[in-house]
């Protein structure tokens, strides 16, 4: 069987490619990526492929059985419609099962996100190609790469409220990932994956406290107040609305889930948040 890992030079892609290859020989791992020159170092065979350009992905897919589509990170282009040139593609060279990263709750969630993934997914479902689709929460890196900032401002700011974050580290979803592309009896199922322990941003801010010695709160700006501060601080406009509406959605449980489908599936409890704060002040202080 070999496998393609589209997206394997980003930072979900080259841990999904690093635990697979403790799993299969890495002959049988192919990277699809735009840049083929910058997947020198993982080890295994790189083509590119390109999200935006199908004619890259015919020849790239070819002789792919099982691939890991994850998810455009393009947020200014039409995301579902990149991800669907992939699946019209695999379907056509022939690839068996397309396994592909979507976003907790897609079905129902209210973060600006769910809609290019809604799409993937009907376009995944429709396309008669074996499917698996993990739908994966949020990393708890997302909020730790305001650290530095929070240690400094002694701050963390948002517009999240008391919304429960059921968050995980990526190494966490990139072993859910290897875990459904070598094994078996995965097809046509939707896991909902998230941390086995929610936290709020006020737990965030309590427990950075504890680790670092300093008192860093968490300053709620609402969404409005919330996006205003980011553009103040250079962020283009659109990106802060969009950045500033997520936090809205966490405010009414959209990041919130607490089925352990995430810990299931990789068979060990999901990474806590006090290691994973951890880590981060290591890597500061590195």
């Known amino acids: 069987m070999t496998i393609g890992v589209t997206g394997a030079t980003g930072q979900l892609g080259r841990l999904v490619v690093a635990k697979l290859k403790e799993k299969v020989p890495a002959a049988g791992i192919v990277a699809l990526v735009r840049s083929p020159e910058k997947a020198r170092d993982l080890g295994i065979a790189a083509r590119k492929a390109d999200y935006t350009d199908p004619a890259t992905l015919g020849s790239a897919l070819a002789g792919i059985d099982t691939l890991l589509l994850i998810s455009s990170n393009d947020m200014a282009g039409d995301r579902a419609a990149h991800h669907i040139n992939v699946i019209e593609a695999a379907r056509a060279a022939g690839v068996k099962r397309i396994v592909y990263t979507s976003l907790l709750h897609a079905d129902t969630s209210t973060l600006s996100l769910a809609e290019d993934h809604r799409r993937t997914e009907a376009a995944l479902k429709a396309s008669g190609v074996s499917y698996t689709i993990l739908r994966n929460g949020w990393y708890h890196e997302n909020n730790l790469a305001a650290l530095g900032g929070a240690l400094a401002s002694g701050t963390f700011i948002g517009a999240t409220g008391d919304g429960r974050i059921s968050g995980a580290t990526r190494l966490d979803f990139a072993e859910a990932a290897v875990a459904v592309l070598a094994g078996a009896g995965h097809e046509g199922k939707v896991y909902e ?91 500061l202080a590195a």
Not at 244 to 269: H, K, V
Request: hydrophobic letters at 50%.
């Open 193 to 283: 994956l998230a941390g086995d322990t929610a936290w709020t941003m006020t737990d965030l801010a309590a427990e950075v406290s504890r680790q670092s010695g300093k008192q860093i709160g968490y300053s709620d700006l609402g969404e409005a107040g919330y996006a205003a501060a980011l553009a103040q601080y250079g962020m283009a406009e659109a990106m802060a609305a969009a950045i500033a509406s997520w936090d809205a959605a966490t405010a009414s449980g959209a990041l919130f889930d607490d089925q352990r489908q995430l810990s299931a599936l990789i068979g060990r409890p999901t990474t806590t948040l006090s290691v994973a704060v951890a880590e981060a002040l290591k890597g």
